[in-house]
């Protein structure tokens, strides 16, 4: 069996949505939800579901990434962890922090990479007029939203839509893709998946 451990910084529905996943016959279970906000939502959702949390505000740092991701990696590490989520986490990880966990950390982005790397995808998408928006569950390597691609959902831009309508389209199919790509990713399945 496959520990998993997850990461968020936010209210968590993927990381909900994974650990929902990983029950009766799925090669993982779900150890540990961390945050590095001690108010995320996430943190509560997870501990409502009997997950070990933890949080390591990242604010007491003061801008010291290493010291910051050293107690993170301490935290992590304490739950055996055999693959790492991110699930909306929003901080940025140093090159050392990702070797660390290199081939068996995931991260779900909002857009289809390589387009919208980094923030504000959904507006990014309407102010370029696409048609086509979604999301992506990566392995993360050191460049930000760069590893190779696991699996890509996509939805139609429809006309009217504001970027909270089109958030809330696409992180449906967050919903579908993060669980089933983590399921192949578990069983050694390194293939990518479209939705
Ligand atoms: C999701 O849309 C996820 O793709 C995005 O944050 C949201 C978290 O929602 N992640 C990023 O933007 C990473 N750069 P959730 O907390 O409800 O899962």
């Given at each position: 069996m496959k520990r998993v451990a997850i990461l968020v910084s936010g209210g968590g529905s993927n990381m909900v949505r994974l650990v929902e996943s990983m029950?009766?016959?799925?090669p993982a279970r779900a150890v540990m939800v961390g945050s590095n906000d001690p108010q995320a939502g996430g943190l509560a959702k997870a501990a409502d579901m009997g997950i070990e949390t933890f949080a390591v505000d990242h604010r007491p740092f003061r801008g010291d990434r290493p010291a910051f991701e050293a107690a993170l990696r301490e935290r992590i590490d304490a739950a055996r962890p055999d693959i790492l989520c991110l699930a909306g986490f929003m901080r940025i990880l140093t090159a050392g922090f990702i070797q660390a966990y290199e081939g068996r950390m995931l991260n779900i982005h909002p857009s289809l990479l390589p387009k919208y790397k980094g923030l504000h995808t959904h507006e990014r998408a309407l102010e370029a007029g696409d048609a086509w928006h979604g999301c992506t569950v990566h392995e993360v390597t050191a460049?930000?939203?760069?590893?190779?691609?696991?699996g890509q959902a996509r939805v139609p831009v429809e006309p009217g839509d504001t970027p909270d309508t089109l958030a809330a389209r696409v992180l449906t199919m967050e919903h579908r893709l993060y669980p089933a790509v983590l399921r192949r990713f578990a069983d050694g399945d390194r293939s990518r998946l479209d939705l």
């Open positions: 029950t009766g016959d799925h460049e930000l939203d760069d590893g190779p691609i696991l």
